[in-house]
């Protein structure tokens, strides 16, 4: 196994310059990543983005064209899979079906005579994945969520350093799909296990990340903590994604005002270069005033449509003095100090400088 000191400074694990295509179809594009020991990351984007490309390559199942993999600093780009020390786990459970529970745990624990002290390390796996006495089950006899946990019970048996998961919930509803990402979470960081996980789903990335990597037509377009990720996207593109998001056509005034229909709106940053934005905000970085004082970034808007949504309502917006803008607005109920809201009325809205992210128009 690679050296694992811990005066090594270079990181777990290192992509440089990873390109795949398949025939002039670019799926990966010069991909550079560093992911640190322990660290929990989530690669995250649409189909066809490139995730299971990237995926593939770490784990050695395929080759790049051009760039290279390194695992604590060592090249290993063409080292054969069975060398690199990973587990790994797919969507489709990939079990087999005339094996029980415990030897397709133990499939991969050599020496194979060595079966007492295999079926302690069985035993302890599946009281970890929550799957206690279950050796003697065959796959067809379990659900979906049992059969994804013996899966990675199968992937951490022989403790590898690295987890590569590639979309290992996506298959399962959405109950267990929670409570699995809940565990997978859980566990990772008791056994400290760095990892990198493929998911389309943007609320368990931010879920259960160390850090998100967003990707999209076979490159990253932002690296970040989750919060970072959903606060403060680095483009159009990763704001979109990740979450709700409103987008209001503005004018620069100054170097951090501006101008939106015929109001003016303070920013918390300066604005980049140029004259043409798109303001960006959170539905629930709207905030509802209880009475009307003139104060920066508030404005008075009119109730198009209110729409229960359990924890939150979700209110539809036309502020006045920005014709044709309609904003979308999640309240949480209990905050708010008056009585419910309805349709047509008018209520002063606050539009946070700190909240609001400016981007070029025209930029993706
Ligand atoms: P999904 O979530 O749908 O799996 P993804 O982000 O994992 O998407 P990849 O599987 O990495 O995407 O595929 C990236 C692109 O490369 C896709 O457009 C796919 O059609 C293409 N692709 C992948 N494998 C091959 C292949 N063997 N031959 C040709 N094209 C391929």
């Not at 994804?148 to 509803?173: H, K, N, Y």
């Not at 990720?229 to 056509?249: C, D, H, K, Q, T």
């Not at 905000?281 to 009307?292: C, G």
Request: hydrophobic share 45%.
């Amino acid at each position: 196994k690679p050296d694992d000191s811990p005066l090594s400074a270079a990181p777990h694990l290192a992509v440089d310059g990873l390109a795949r295509r398949y025939g002039t179809f670019t799926a990966l594009d010069a991909v550079s990543l560093q992911i640190r020991k322990g660290e929990f990351v989530c690669l995250l984007g649409p189909s066809g983005c490139g995730k299971t490309t990237l995926l593939r390559l770490i784990a050695g199942l395929d080759v790049p064209d051009s760039g290279r993999v390194l695992a604590h600093g060592a090249d290993i780009t063409r080292l054969a899979p069975a060398r690199r020390d990973y587990g790994i786990v797919f969507q489709s459970y990939a079990l087999f079906p005339n094996l029980t529970v415990a030897d397709n745990i133990a499939y991969g624990l050599i020496p194979r005579r060595e079966r007492a002290r295999h079926r302690e390390r069985v035993r302890d796996l599946l009281d970890m994945v929550g799957l206690p006495g279950a050796e003697e089950k065959y796959p067809a006899a379990l659900s979906g969520g049992q059969q994804q946990r013996v899966a990675l019970a199968r992937a951490l048996a022989t403790s590898p350093g690295l987890l590569l998961l590639d979309e290992p919930l996506s298959a399962l509803d959405a109950r267990v799909r929670d409570k699995l990402r809940d565990e997978l979470k859980r566990l990772q960081k008791k056994l400290g296990v760095t990892t990198l996980m493929v998911t389309h789903d943007q609320a368990e990335a931010l879920a259960i990340a160390d850090t998100v990597v967003v990707m999209n037509h076979g490159r990253i377009e932002q690296v970040g903590t989750p919060s970072e990720i959903y606060r403060r996207p680095a483009s159009r593109f990763v704001a979109e994604f990740v979450g709700e998001a409103n987008w209001l056509a503005a004018r620069r005034v100054s170097d951090d005002v501006v101008e939106v229909g015929s109001h003016t709106l303070q920013l918390g940053q300066p604005l980049p270069a140029g004259d043409a934005f798109t303001l960006f905000l959170r539905p629930e970085d709207i905030l509802i005033r209880a009475q009307w004082e003139p104060a920066a970034n508030t404005v008075l808007a009119r109730v198009a449509d209110v729409a229960f949504a359990g924890a939150l309502t979700r209110l539809k917006l036309s502020p006045e003095g920005m014709p044709g803008v309609t904003l979308t607005a999640d309240l949480c109920p209990s905050m708010l100090s008056r009585q419910p809201i309805v349709p047509g009325e008018i209520v002063p809205i606050a539009l946070p400088a700190a909240r609001l992210i400016a981007y070029p128009e025209g930029a993706p």
